[in-house]
């Protein structure tokens, strides 16, 4: 499918639909983490989109790099990253940035990580054997990586696909939400309890809104089922998909009582332009 900017057979993957602990949760035997349904698995929150550029090149693109990136990379045959937007620099969005030096090796060359500049400051203490490699005691095998510092509304071409950062806030923490043009309009809302007045311009006209819902019950960082819906309601998108779930969750008996044009994620949801809720 053709889109703006030459871009062909765009679609947006979510690898990963889990909280920071993931589900099944560590000694839990409640419902869902002894579910045997696979969408109640849910490894941590990243997502991917793939397409092909207006040159012929095949394209992928990750928003974070969640801990179980080895995993989701593994299930999805990935042989190349080209950049990593990330959302904000906790745990379980970035610990599987060191994955990113295989795909040097099959791409031969380097990956561009795209942040705000506190989360850039934050990878290159996390990742100090990455950033300053001439620091390691020994040579090590560390991933190449490229940074640029990015600022909320002022979007970013990635080989045609327009990428813009939106402002978000995470309890007290502000973080980024990305939203993607190219034929169609998606935007990606991770980790989110608060939308600023300026940001939420950004997400008119959607096709496709990907919102954090973690649970029924109230969280002091994270949007409810019942504050996820009002955001859901209010933007208006074609379709809505619910992200970072935690195990209180139990995806059969929560998507039967969601309304229609919302739905819940799972691992592996690809999401094309043109498809209906609980399509593929």
């Known amino acids: 499918m053709s889109a703006a900017g030459g871009i062909r057979d765009l679609r947006l993957t979510l690898l990963g639909t889990g909280t920071s602990a993931g589900v099944p949760v560590i000694a839990c035997d409640c419902d869902t983490c002894t579910s045997t349904d696979p969408r109640d698995r849910r490894t941590r929150t990243g997502a991917m989109l793939q397409f092909t550029d207006a040159a012929g090149q095949d394209r992928v693109i990750l928003v974070d790099a969640p801990p179980d990136h080895r995993e989701h990379s593994l299930r999805h045959r990935l042989r190349r990253v080209d950049a990593i937007l990330f959302t904000h620099s906790h745990v379980d969005h970035v610990f599987g940035l060191d994955d990113a030096r295989l795909y040097n090796i099959s791409m031969g060359m380097p990956i561009q990580l795209y942040a705000e500049r506190p989360v850039l400051d934050d990878l290159s203490r996390m990742f100090e054997h990455i950033f300053k490699p001439h620091t390691n005691v020994n ?12 600022l909320p509304g002022q979007g970013i071409d990635l080989f045609g696909l327009r990428a813009t950062p939106m402002r978000l806030l995470h309890g007290a923490l502000p973080i980024l939400g990305w939203r993607f ?4 309009a998606a935007a990606y809302c991770t980790d989110v309890n608060a939308i600023p007045p300026e940001t939420w311009p950004a997400l008119r006209g959607l096709d496709v809104l990907v919102l954090d819902m973690l649970r029924e019950r109230k969280h002091p960082t994270h949007f409810s089922l019942a504050e996820s819906l009002d955001v859901a309601d209010r933007v208006g ?16 008996e929560l998507s039967a009582r969601l309304p229609a044009g919302v739905e819940l994620g799972w691992d592996g ?9 609980g399509g593929a």
Not at 237 to 252: C, K, Q, S, Y
């Open 237 to 252: 998108a074609g379709r809505t998909v619910f992200t970072h779930m935690t195990h209180d969750v139990r995806h059969a």
């Open 181 to 184: 043009d190219a034929g169609f």
């Open 139 to 150: 040579k090590s095998f560390v991933a190449d990586v490229r940074t640029t510092a990015v």
């Open 269 to 277: 949801l690809e999401i094309r332009p043109g498809t209906a809720p």
